[in-house]
């Protein structure tokens, strides 16, 4: 089976290579896996760009998430058939055409979600799910606000808050997204600028937003954290600019607004495997009718993994990029 790994960390396109792995036939408890799908995600990048912070043991084949389809069971393995989908376990190396795997670890897909959206559920929707439920109580009409909004945490974010009733300021640095999003249920949708501001109070109608959600870092955060009402929650998960948050102190102080990180991988650790279950069942109900769409730029089988790092590198994409078959 044709599998990316790295051996040292460096720049993704230099540094990733394409190995063929013998797989042999599943053992007691195990299965064989075929036909992976998987996203490559900032993470993944960063990751083998060595700047993220958790370092697996190299070699290694990066992924943190995908699907796979059962191609053969091992001996004892008798809840999981040949042909079913299922999600692969967290950060199981992914980038691969097929692998064996725990049969234990695998958690069957039900039928009608569509294979690419399962196979990005578990970073971004989730991470979307997480921080619209678990900081601020959602209340039916409430404002939510956030940057980069058509990456696929912002589509997932403005699918599920519409869902459980709440509304979005979505800010993006592309005046061709703003239809885009708007016609995917965005309420608003702005240009990321200085005039962002006063647009937001004229268009939510001067609202209380409590919640602001930060991917992009420098004056993208302060505006985020800006649009917030006293006593308001920035969560800060990515930093796609690559700059430090810009805050100026008087929200601290005189706004008394919070300040706090998010990161997926710690819910995930905490959680229970009952906790996990759920929120996959409750994501796997909203891909299935469509509450969130995921758009894909391009699939790359995995021997184009250089050309797949390079694209997945570049701004202004239309959707991600997938290794695996098209
Ligand atoms: N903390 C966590 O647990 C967690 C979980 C999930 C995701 N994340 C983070 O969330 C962020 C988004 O991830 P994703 O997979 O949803 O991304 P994605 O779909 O690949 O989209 C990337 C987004 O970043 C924007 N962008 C790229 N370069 C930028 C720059 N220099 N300045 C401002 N915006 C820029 C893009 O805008 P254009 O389209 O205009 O280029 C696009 O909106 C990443 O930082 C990721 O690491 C964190």
Do not use: C
């Not at 967290?90 to 795997?101: L, N, P």
């Not at 039900?110 to 294979?115: D, F, N, Q, T």
């Not at 799910?129 to 974010?157: C, E, K």
Request: hydrophobic letters at 45%; proline letters at 7%.
């Amino acid at each position: 089976m044709k599998t990316v790994i790295y051996r040292q960390y460096g720049a993704p396109a230099e540094t990733v290579e394409v190995i063929d792995v013998e797989t042999g036939a599943p053992g007691p408890g195990q299965v064989l896996l075929h036909d992976i799908l998987a996203p490559i995600n900032p993470a993944d990048l960063n990751t083998i760009e060595g700047k993220y912070p958790v370092r697996y043991p190299l070699p290694s084949t990066p992924g943190i998430e995908g699907v796979g389809r059962v191609a053969q069971v091992g001996p004892d393995v008798t809840d999981l058939k040949p042909g079913m989908a299922v999600l692969l376990p967290h950060a199981y190396g992914t980038w691969r055409e097929g692998g064996i795997v725990e049969a234990a670890k695998l958690l069957p897909i039900p039928e009608g979600v569509p294979y690419a959206e399962a196979a990005m559920i578990k970073v971004n929707p989730a991470s979307a799910w997480r921080m619209l439920h678990d900081y601020v109580a959602p209340q039916p009409g409430a404002w939510v606000i956030q940057n980069a909004a058509n990456s696929g945490v912002g589509r997932a974010v403005i699918g599920i808050a519409k869902k459980i009733g709440l509304r979005t300021v979505n800010l993006v640095r592309r005046p061709e997204l703003i239809e885009e999003l708007t016609a995917a249920g965005g309420d608003v949708v702005l240009l990321d600028n200085a005039d962002a501001l006063e647009e937001i109070k004229t268009r939510t109608d001067r609202a209380k937003i409590m919640l602001g959600l930060n991917s992009v870092g420098g004056e993208s955060a302060t505006r985020v954290a800006s649009a917030l009402a006293h006593g308001g929650k920035m969560l800060t998960f990515g930093a796609m600019s690559r700059r430090p948050l810009l805050l100026p102190t008087g929200l601290l102080i005189f706004k008394d607004i919070q300040i706090l990180g998010f990161w997926m991988t710690n819910w995930y650790q905490k959680a229970s495997e009952a906790e996990r279950n759920a929120m996959f069942g409750d994501l796997f109900e909203l891909a299935k009718t469509g509450v969130f769409k995921t758009p894909v730029e391009k699939v790359y089988p995995v021997e184009e993994i250089r050309q797949a790092v390079t694209h997945a590198l570049q701004g202004s994409r239309g959707g991600k990029i997938l290794i695996g078959k098209a």
